[in-house]
């Protein structure tokens, strides 16, 4: 449980899959998927929060894309994007 009466659930079950990240709060629940850097990390997250969000109801997740290349200056890593799911919820994808 948080400050504010959220609670934070690490790999939280919902369905066939593990939610990485799920906070609750004020009745709703928000989904975090997290991944590190790859050429399939942002097709694969969005497939797996798109799943996550029709199982609970939730019309906005996020997905948090870490960037693990050192050479890369933080400008280059830093991103957050807003994309529209087929499903017709919201993703917000966070690059760091």
Request: glycine share 14%; with cysteine; charged share 20%.
């Amino acid at each position: 449980m948080t400050n504010g009466g959220a609670q934070i659930i690490r790999a939280f079950a919902l369905g066939t899959g593990r939610v990485d990240l799920c906070v609750r709060y004020a009745g709703k629940a928000y989904f975090l998927e997290l991944k590190l850097a790859s050429s399939k990390a942002r097709i694969q997250g969005l497939e797996q929060l798109e799943r996550y969000m029709a199982g609970s109801g939730a019309s906005e997740g996020r997905l948090v894309i870490f960037g693990r290349n050192p050479s890369k200056v933080w400008d280059d890593k830093i991103f957050w994007a807003v994309e529209k799911l087929p499903g017709g919820g919201t993703a917000h994808i966070v690059g760091c």
